[in-house]
């Protein structure tokens, strides 16, 4: 695990693990933008998968949704 912009990132197969899916499902969600990877050895944000968990995945897309929307408006 490695620390960037103090985000903890992980491996897709980390992600996957946390979360109990492939990782297939993991790349898939990373495409329709669910999940933050970054290309730095395809590492997925640990912090995002836990919120997911926490929130559920509604929930979570909600927040996501709503906090591009005030990144994009500053």
Do not use: F
Request: net charge positive; aromatic share 6%; hydrophobic share 30%.
């Amino acid at each position: 695990m490695m620390e960037v912009n103090a985000k903890k990132w992980g491996t897709q197969q980390e992600a996957a693990e946390i979360l109990g899916v492939s990782v297939n499902t993991i790349s898939r969600w990373e495409k329709e933008g669910r999940i933050e990877v970054r290309k730095l050895g395809q590492r997925v944000s640990l912090d995002d998968v836990r919120r997911l968990l926490e929130l559920g995945e509604d929930e979570y897309m909600r927040e996501r949704y709503r906090k591009e929307r005030t990144h994009r408006t500053k």
